[in-house]
């Protein structure tokens, strides 16, 4: 009797997912790195995946997301964040928006169903940044969108005690 496997992990529904039209550059997608190939998905998408609300920027929910990043500390997203990301935060003020800018973010998603304040909403109007505002908690914001297919602009940060 031939012999049989037993397998602990969770069946797939064997979804392939679609590449969509690429954002930042025009580079085939034979020419990409591993990482770059995960799915890219749009404003209109993630706003669906995290059951988010827009606040600002109706007219840019087609815009192309590649990977997010995620923190409540602004000295972090200064740190870490890159151009082209789109920013998960509970921080709701106007340097929020105006960091945004500087690092040339795609957009900014506000959780645990916090709401920018007036100013903010204004500043991010005239600098064309699109704000969602959703009810869910960073960690499940972040699963939530991992598990659909974005990544993290950063993986790991490096340890400085080990050069030392």
């Known amino acids: ?3 049989r496997r037993i397998s602990f992990r ?10 969509r039209k690429r954002c930042f550059d025009q580079t085939p997608i034979k020419n990409l790195s591993e990482r770059e190939k995960l799915e890219i998905m749009t404003l209109e998408e993630i706003k669906g995946i995290l059951d988010a ?16 990043f995620a923190a409540d500390l602004l000295s972090d997203v200064l740190a870490f964040a890159r151009e082209g990301t789109l920013l998960l935060t509970g921080i709701t003020n106007p340097q929020v928006i105006r960091t945004a800018e500087m690092l040339e973010l795609i957009g900014i998603v506000f959780v645990r169903g916090k709401r920018p304040d007036e ?4 500043l991010a109007q005239i600098k064309k940044v699109p704000l969602l505002s959703t009810r869910y908690i960073l960690f499940e914001t972040c699963g939530r ?19 030392a």
């Open 1 to 3: 009797m031939p012999e």
């Open 10 to 19: 969770k069946k797939s529904k064997n979804r392939i997912p679609k590449r």
């Open 53 to 68: 609300e827009v606040l600002v920027g109706n007219e840019c929910m087609d815009i192309e997301v590649r990977d997010a």
């Open 119 to 122: 100013d903010a909403v204004k």
């Open 145 to 163: 969108l991992f598990k659909n297919g974005l990544t993290g602009c950063i993986k790991r940060v490096e340890d400085d005690r080990k050069k």
